[in-house]
């Protein structure tokens, strides 16, 4: 029997691999017991040499790899020493990093067979079926038996015994329902995110992105859809992550779904979509005011708000109405919401790029996401290049160095706004004390780049990454610029602290709770007799409520009380409870 292994190298362990699940799915239907087919999922951050060993021992005579910007580098150089150690192993390659320039690849990856071009699943098992008929999985390679006959496969690029290279003609677009679904049981998923999708294609052109090229959108039978979300209702992943390039482009599909998930909503799993906010209209809009906070997440692509840059980059978008759905959104505090800024882009310089991510930002997403332009190959923004002056580097991720707008010391600026953006807004965990330091600044760019020019001047100040250090990072960087009012915030920054997690380490900031301690002693006391502010806290006595929960005293004796057993389900901080004039102050 041919061994077949499907090998994904992913950025992060909580990430998995739809496209090798998918192809595997399909191949298994249509060859039953003909072909053993097993999947390897591995991170960047593996060991080459371990990924090595683990393909050894599992001695495949086809490895097919699934490429990417963010694991190229890793799969080039283990095509380059898997024959040296499985001499007789056909390398197959496929995904959006070798479809578009295949040829280019082979000549540059010698040790590859073949590279499967664009949708994999019915390539895939064709070029499986011609080794399968030619007897030729293990002989094909060292020229003792017959070559698989591949002309006839659409879709694949591929080299001959001889060495030359042959280009087939495209495939056409598969019919999404004849995809089997790509799970059986989620035992190998736990602790990570689930990839489904429903749609591919998209109707939308963004210079910068591959998705367009695709225009025909296609749609799974949404019978199909509601029964392989009962599946995830009922194994209860965290979360499922739709992988449509605009989930709502289509109002009845994207309805009928949310629609499903809000009536067998099954408590945990949360649903992430990425969509086109400024298409939702008021009856979507009212369906996703009724979701369970938690339930759905939804992803925006701004992208920027300059409307020169909007046109040339052929996105169609209303940002006001974008604004207006934002902010409607926000108004239920019960959906996460993320925003996406790209730097980089035509007609856009510094000046540009700080006006859209103030805009985007007083929008109050809960996560802005600042990225840098990618230059994909095939897109309309790498055959512009010149046009743009369009300097990226020359491996992937092909990451903007500069253009004609942006110089790359810009763009080094911008990266650190980025970080502190990253650190003291996306983590959720300094709202408080960020949301006052705003109004010390004329706009909040001008408060992330102050941040990110005062880390730059502490010596060390970015080499810890602890959550601790960061708060007296934060209280450093508040003494030094916001003197007269420093006292105010150590209170704000210990209401952030304690949100999160019950601190068995204190900052040095933090004021003394000595004075305090018979006074918390007393409250959790009485509140093992009266349970008047706690919530399922039945059964434990005064002192396992103090070690569960946690009493803060501020600076003008109000007390607030941490609950770590019932938090926000959408932030996770823990509910509080306020007690003015807990110390007598």
Excluded at 93 to 118: I, K
Aim: proline content about 4%; some cysteine; aromatic content about 10%.
């Amino acid at each position: 029997m041919m061994k077949v292994l499907l090998a994904a190298v992913n950025a992060k362990y909580i990430h998995s691999n739809l496209g090798v699940y998918s192809l595997k799915a399909y191949a298994d239907k249509w060859l039953k017991e003909e072909v053993q087919i097993e999947i390897g999922e591995y991170t960047i951050n593996h060991q080459r040499e371990r990924i090595l060993q683990d393909i050894y021992k599992r001695r495949p005579d086809i490895v097919g790899f699934s490429c990417y910007i963010w694991n190229i580098a890793e799969i080039r150089a283990l095509a380059e020493d898997l024959p040296k150690v499985l001499p007789d192993t056909a390398i197959w390659l496929g995904g959006p990093e070798v479809s578009y320039d295949a040829c280019s690849v082979l000549e540059r990856l010698p040790q590859a067979a073949g590279v499967m071009n664009g949708e994999g699943e019915e390539t895939f098992t064709e070029l499986l079926r011609a080794y399968e008929k030619a007897g030729a999985y293990r002989e094909a390679l060292t020229g003792t038996g017959r070559e698989p006959e591949l002309s006839g496969i659409r879709g694949l690029t591929w080299r001959d015994q001889r060495g030359e290279i042959h280009q087939n003609p495209p495939r056409p677009p598969l019919d999404m329902s004849m995809i089997p679904f790509a799970y059986k049981d989620l035992t190998d998923f736990k602790n990570r995110i689930i990839y489904y999708e429903s749609s591919r294609g998209c109707p939308f052109s963004c210079s910068y992105c591959l998705s367009s090229i695709d225009k025909s959108v296609r749609f799974r039978d949404i019978d199909l859809v509601k029964k392989e979300l009962d599946f995830f209702l009922e194994k209860r992943p965290p979360q499922v992550k739709f992988v449509d390039r605009t989930f709502n482009c289509k109002k009845d599909h994207a309805m009928a779904i949310w629609k499903h998930i809000l009536e067998h909503d099954n408590g945990i799993t949360n649903f992430h979509f990425e969509i086109a906010a400024d298409i939702l209209d008021e009856e979507e809009l009212d369906l996703l005011a009724k979701m369970r906070p938690g339930l759905v997440q939804l992803e925006i692509g701004v992208q920027t708000v300059n409307p020169h840059t909007i046109r040339e980059i052929r996105r169609k978008m209303d940002l006001d109405k974008v604004e207006a759905v934002v902010n409607r959104i926000n108004a239920g505090k019960n959906i996460h919401q993320h925003l996406d800024l790209i730097a980089g882009l035509p007609f856009e310089n510094l000046e540009s790029f700080c006006s859209s991510f103030n805009r985007v930002y007083r929008m109050r997403p809960q996560q802005l996401q600042l990225g840098f332009l990618k230059v994909l190959k095939g897109s309309y923004m790498e055959e512009q290049k010149d046009a743009y002056g369009l300097s990226f580097t020359g491996e992937p991720p092909y990451e903007v160095l500069s253009t004609r707008w942006l110089s790359y010391g810009d763009v080094i600026l911008l990266k650190t706004v980025e970080e502190m953006t990253e650190i003291y807004y996306n983590s959720g965990q300094f709202s408080h004390t960020i949301e006052a330091m705003e109004k010390e600044f004329d706009q909040p760019f001008d408060l992330y780049l102050a941040l990110a020019q005062w880390y730059q001047r502490q010596q060390g100040a970015g080499d810890s990454q602890s959550r601790l250090n960061r708060f007296e990072h934060l209280f450093g960087f508040i003494k030094d610029r916001l003197k007269d009012s420093a006292e105010e915030y150590r209170d704000k920054l210990m209401l952030d602290l304690y949100l999160r997690e019950n601190a068995k380490s204190r900052p040095s900031f933090a004021r003394d709770q000595t004075p305090y301690k018979e006074a918390v002693k007393d409250f959790f006391i009485r509140e093992e007799k009266e349970r008047k502010y706690l919530r399922g806290y039945e059964g434990r006595d005064s002192r396992q409520m103090a070690k569960m929960a946690h009493m803060e005293v501020m600076g003008d004796g109000t007390g607030i009380l941490f609950d770590y057993e019932n938090r926000d389900p959408l932030t996770k901080n823990a509910g509080t409870v306020i007690l003015k004039g807990f110390a007598g102050i």
